[in-house]
């Protein structure tokens, strides 16, 4: 995670946590394929930054290089959103097991 975190600007940070609630929001759909909730959120990620990109342009020297942080920043904080979601249905699970162990043990 921290490798991850070293290349997301730190203006970018909280699209990471609007994704990962964007993804649980569309987990609770039940017609939404929970096999398309990393496409959605990628192609909300990368159209969030660009936006941002978009607000802050005068920063930038030209289009192609705002365009390109913007999807830069799109894909990583959609892999932290996802990433997030794995360590905590992970960890969720892993104490469900642990308690069934010890009811076994019990």
């Known amino acids: 995670m921290e490798q991850i975190m070293q290349y997301v600007s730190a203006e970018y940070a909280i699209l990471a946590a609007v994704l990962y609630c ?13 096999q398309f909730i990393p496409l959605a959120l990628t192609g909300c990620g990368i159209v969030l930054a660009c936006l941002s990109v978009v607000s802050r342009y005068g920063e930038y020297a030209n289009w192609a290089a705002a365009l390109f ?25 892993n104490n469900c097991e642990c308690k069934k162990d010890r009811d076994k043990k019990d």
């Open 69 to 93: 942080e913007g999807v830069v920043q799109g894909i990583l904080c959609t892999g932290l959103a996802v990433y997030l979601n794995e360590v905590i249905s992970h960890s969720a699970r």
């Open 22 to 34: 964007l993804g649980r929001a569309l987990k609770s759909i039940r017609k939404f394929p929970n």
